[in-house]
Every structure is written in C-alpha cells, then in structure tokens.
C-alpha cells in the first residue's frame, strides 16, 4: 500500500460530511473507516496534528461532488492549515519527549518538512518572518520550526543528500528539546539569565543529545549536530569548546542566529532581517554556509517591509533574480494611504528599486499570506 499524508488532502475534507477516504497511522492501520462523519471541525485537525495518512488509491478514486467543485480553498489557505498545524503538534512534541512515540512522531515531522514543494519556498520564508512573535509562549516550537525549514531550503541549496538533509532537519527540530521550558520563559523574561539558568543553557545540547539517546536514536550525524550546534570553529562554543564541529551543526548554529536575531523577545527589539543576513554573514567571516542561507533568503526575504524608490511601502513576497530585486507587493501610495487593493511590483525596473526596509510599526496595513498567495 502507497500511502500520502493527510495534509495534502486536508482541504478537501468536511464537518458532518463522511470522510471520502480511510484514514490510517504511520504503518497503515486504518483508524477511521470511509464513511464515517466528524460533526466538528476541531476532530479533524486534531487527525492533521497527529500526522495521519491515506491510501493514495482511495483518494485516485475520490470524485468531488459537483456542488463542493467551485469550494475547494486556494493552495495558499491549505498551506497555512499545514503549517499552523506543524507549530501545534511541534508545540505539544517539544512538551512530551517521554512519550514512546516521540521519536517517529519527530520522523514523521522531518518528512513532511523535507516533502514540502519547492513552489511553497517563498511562502514558508514569508510566514516566517511575519510570525506573530507576540505569543511568547509559541517561541520554542516556533523558533525550532523556523531553524528546520531554513535548514531544509538551504541544504537543497547545496545538494546534500537527502539522507543528511532529513538528519540535519530533526536535528534542528530537536536541538533545544533540552530546554523548551526555559526558552518560552526566556522569550518573556525581560532580565539576562540567571547564574541557574545560564548553566542550564550551557548544559542543553548535551541533555538534547541524551533525550533522543533514550528515546531510541542511533543517528550519529543528527546526535552530533545536537551535541555541537553551538559549538564555534576554534572552540569558543560550548559545552564542550570542540575545535572542528561538524558540517550540519554549524548550519543549523547559522540558521540558528539568524532567526533570533529577527525574533523579537521581551525586552529586545527585533533586528531587520536584511540587517541580520549582513551581519551574520561579517560575523562568519564569509562562511559558504552562510552564503547559502543569504543566497536562499535574499537580502530582503519574503514578509519584510521596505520602502520603493516610488515613495510607495510594500512588502516582500518572493525573492528575484538577484539577491537584491525581489518581487514586491504595494500596501500603500507615497502619502502613507493604503492602496485598494496589493498591487505587485518588480524592484528590478527603473523606479521600482528597494531604498530601505521598513520597521513594522511603520506599516499599518494588514498583510497576510493567504492574501498575498495564490
């Protein structure tokens, strides 16, 4: 049996409809036969949060009813469902590393992150950036999450293979499992860390590595990216000051800095994401690994705000030819006033160029993206 998850065929499933297909778990069980009807909303997402699967012949033989044909929901809003859902259950993974599923609930995660479509990159990059950083309490699941997709777009970047890409993408999901509880404090706390929290951040990829150790891991390349993910070359990092660290640890160690510093915190301000990507690439001292993730991201990533030589403020929303030119939609006109509607802009055309980012104070605008994708 060929089996698809079940998030990308989310969409076409209703409360108080019979489900069109069975659903199954990860070894093909079936859990919910054809037919059956879950009245609520709430009952179905919660099959996506557990990462369920279908019969890829049950749904060849799926045929929409004519009526429901024009409700399908847009790609963009179904890849929000599928995101929004990845943060949940990443959220209540992080909590729960003594569950006796941990481990191949984690596996299942590294797949659905790996099989996500090129076509969706500059989208994830946008939700990244704009994640409402608000919710303190999200910032673990949220900032591994961000870490593993980034690690995903930038090691396709570099051709790994997909086995070391797949180690790299649970390891950067599981790098701070160590610690979840003190980060989301940490995300509220306003003062710098205590002499008793400073130890425990100092001891977390060891006691990362040794959760998934006990959970039954025998990846080596995941484990070591865990144990060294920040540990420097010439051993200023910690725990252990190692003089080489490995390949995998150093991106995700990049990935890592690059996403906290554009993630805003109690009592620290949010660093612009082009700023970010400049001084991470000075700090590296031109590192390729951190070439790589610029190159990915652009020096204006998807969901930033900046300023077009039009006088008009816009938006990113998918990077260009150039690192320097992407595609912009317009919020509003030169006065500050919003525009009708979005309109799109190419900054590579006389202009249209990039002057300057924008803070987000400075957009009043709402944007989101299931708005500004189709």
Same mark, same amino acid.
């Given at each position: 049996m060929q089996m698809i998850s079940l998030d990308q065929v989310f969409q076409i499933l209703r409360p108080g409809v019979?489900?069109?297909? +069975?659903?199954? &778990? %990860? %070894? +093909? =069980? !079936?859990? !919910? %036969?054809?037919g059956l009807v879950l009245h609520e909303q709430s009952k179905l997402l919660d099959l996506l949060n557990r990462g369920m699967f279908v019969d890829t012949e049950e749904v060849k033989r799926y045929v929409p009813p004519a009526r429901e044909s024009d409700a399908i929901e847009r790609p963009a809003e179904r890849f929000s469902v599928r995101w929004e859902a990845l943060l949940r259950r990443l959220g209540l993974l992080l909590q729960t590393p003594a569950d006796p599923q941990f481990l191949k609930q984690v596996r299942e995660m590294v797949v659905r992150i790996a099989g996500c479509p090129e076509s969706c990159t500059d989208q994830m990059i946008f939700l990244i950036v704009r994640h409402d950083y608000s919710q303190t309490q999200r910032y673990p699941e949220a900032h591994s999450l961000h870490v593993a997709v980034l690690c995903h777009l930038v090691s =396709? =970047?570099?051709?790994?293979? &997909?086995? =070391?890409r797949l180690s790299l993408i649970g390891a950067a999901l599981t790098m701070n499992l160590g610690m979840a509880s003190l980060q989301a404090k940490l995300a509220m706390q306003r003062t710098p860390p205590t002499p008793q929290q400073r130890q425990e951040i100092d001891a977390h990829p060891l006691v990362s590595a040794s959760l998934l150790r006990a959970n039954g891991l025998q990846d080596e390349e995941w484990l070591l990216a865990v144990e060294q993910h920040h540990e420097c070359p010439g051993g200023s990092g910690y725990p252990k000051q190692v003089q080489t660290p490995g390949e995998l640890s150093q991106l995700i160690r990049f990935i890592d800095n690059f996403t906290a510093k554009y993630s805003p915190r109690a009592g620290r301000d949010k660093q612009p994401a082009h700023q970010a990507a400049k001084d991470l690439y000075a700090q590296s001292g031109g590192n390729p690994l951190a070439a790589a993730l610029i190159k990915e991201c652009g020096i204006y990533p998807p969901g930033c705000f900046v300023k077009l030589a039009s006088g008009e403020s816009a938006v990113v929303t998918r990077r260009g030819l150039t690192l320097k030119d992407p595609l912009v939609v317009a919020l509003t006109n030169?006065? +500050?006033?919003?525009? +009708?509607r979005p309109v799109q802009r190419d900054t590579s055309q006389p202009g249209r160029a990039i002057v300057g980012p924008l803070a987000d104070k400075a957009i009043t605008v709402q944007v989101s993206a299931d708005q500004l994708y189709d």
């Open positions: 019979p489900l069109p297909f +069975g659903v199954r &778990d %990860a %070894a +093909g =069980r !079936l859990l !919910l %036969a054809k =396709r =970047r570099l051709g790994w293979s &997909d086995n =070391r030169p006065h +500050g006033e919003p525009l +009708g």
